[in-house]
């Protein structure tokens, strides 16, 4: 169970930094366009950033959870 755990939690710490690094992509690329545009003319701008940092809070807390987790079946052994 423990070995499950640790797995689990180290998929959930990798997904959470894949969500982070391309939120920090679409947070880049939406600057950029800015930059050369002038302005942020299409209401589409920032929802991938949104989306992808949500994400990554929810695989980061999914993670601590399964942390507190093995802790708790640890402090039982």
Known sequence: ????????????AIAAAIA??????AFFR???HIRL?????IEA????QNRM???RVLFQGIAVLLV????ALASQD
Do not use: R, W, Y
Request: glycine share 16%.
């Open 53 to 55: 940092m949500s994400q």
């Open 37 to 41: 545009n002038g302005e942020a003319s």
């Open 30 to 32: 939406d600057a950029e």
């Open 20 to 25: 982070l690094v391309k939120g920090l992509m």
């Open 68 to 71: 507190a987790l093995l802790g």
């Open 1 to 12: 169970m423990n070995i499950l755990l640790v797995v689990l939690i180290g998929g959930f």
């Open 45 to 48: 701008f920032g929802i991938k």
